[in-house]
């Protein structure tokens, strides 16, 4: 017998505590665990299926293959459409945001920006990779279209973020602002079942998470720091432990429970990073922000840079608060 309680019941108890309660964002956090478990059902058969391939390629049937990453976007895009409260999305795979101009969705209250397949190139090796969400209320008049203001808010006026972990086993992780909470999906009941009530990351850890393959063109304040992490000190249990999986949403996953620091910073050719503020940074400097964890460019919290475009790139840092003041201290000294 089932004694877990599910996403829909913890949403539902937790109605109360969701800004604007009015059962609008039960619905949309429903439309998105619906979606994430189609396309985990998808993911967990890419390898059998040809549904890898590139854009452009057919099938036998002679139809259009989709990348799973174009699939993906469809499955998020089309569910949050058919539940009608979401007026309009930006997402990592559409070059502008997108009006729900329908009779059911323009009028309603809130956009999601997502990154609908984070890590995609992971699939083809059977390595984990996420969907990361982000809800805002939108702050166009609500009986027109949705304007780019909408989607380019500070981080910080999010009522909502998440990821979707598509792991050795699925999770799916929010927030609404009252701390972090995990369900693990379990396939043979189809259902997400509460397993890591208000995570809160170890203020410190051992592990430290880079594509240290463009070490030569990290910022000296990154070299230092990561020498800092291969240095023998007991008191501070170093040497620490490298671990780089490539894909944000596990990366983040595992510093979360063990604790750790991911970094993803600027370098002299790419001087913003590789990471998008909107799909990427912001929800999960709002997940790290509710789990007691830190995430800031470097210098300032992520959460309180003002976007500007919709594809914004963002040097990114995030993790354990120890670790991430020992980091900040490196990129001030070595400016
Ligand atoms: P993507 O959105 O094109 O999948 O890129 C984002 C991913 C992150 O998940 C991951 O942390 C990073 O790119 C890895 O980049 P790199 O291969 O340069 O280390
Ligand atoms: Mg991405």
Do not use: W
């Not at 390595?127 to 969400?133: A, D, E, L, N, P």
């Not at 999906?185 to 410190?204: A, N, Q």
């Not at 370098?267 to 007691?292: D, H, M, V, W």
Request: proline fraction near 4%.
């Amino acid at each position: 017998m089932r004694t877990q309680k599910s996403l829909g019941e913890f949403i539902i108890e937790k109605q109360a505590d969701f800004p604007h309660a009015k059962g609008e964002l039960s619905a949309l956090l429903g439309a998105i665990k619906l979606a994430s478990k189609i396309v985990n059902r998808e993911i967990n058969k890419a390898g059998l299926v040809d549904i890898t391939g590139s854009n452009g390629v057919k099938n036998i049937q002679g139809e259009q293959q989709q990348k799973l990453d174009i699939y993906a976007n469809d499955i998020f895009k089309n569910a949050l459409i058919a539940r009608g409260e979401v007026c309009g999305i930006a997402s990592e795979e559409e070059d502008n945001f997108v009006f729900f101009d329908n009779k059911n969705s323009r009028n309603a209250s809130y956009v999601v920006l997502m990154d609908p397949l984070d890590g995609s190139s992971n699939i083809d090796v059977n390595v984990s990779v996420g969907t990361i969400f982000s809800i805002y209320r939108r702050v166009s008049p609500n009986d027109g279209p949705v304007e780019l203001d909408d989607f380019i808010q500070v981080g910080r006026k999010q009522v909502a973020a998440g990821y979707v972990i598509y792991g050795s086993s699925t999770m799916l992780v929010f927030t609404t602002g009252n701390g972090v909470h995990g369900f693990t999906y379990d396939p043979s009941i189809g259902m997400f079942c509460l397993s890591h009530e208000s995570l809160k990351i170890p203020k410190t850890g051992k592990i430290y998470s880079i594509n240290e393959g463009n070490y030569i063109k990290f910022p000296l304040g990154v070299k230092k720091y990561l020498k800092y992490c291969q240095e023998e000190d007991k008191t501070t249990n170093r040497p620490y432990t490298s671990r780089y999986i490539g894909s944000l949403v596990a990366d983040f996953h595992r510093n979360l429970l063990k604790g750790g620091i991911y970094i993803y910073p600027q370098t002299a050719q790419a001087p913003s990073g590789k990471l998008r503020l909107l799909y990427e940074c912001n929800p999960i400097a709002f997940l790290a922000e509710q789990a007691g964890a830190l995430a800031t460019d470097g210098y300032n919290p992520i959460l309180d840079l003002k976007p500007t475009e919709l594809h914004q790139r963002v040097p990114f840092f995030t993790g354990s608060p120890e670790m991430m003041e020992t980091a900040h201290q490196f990129m001030e000294k070595y400016k």
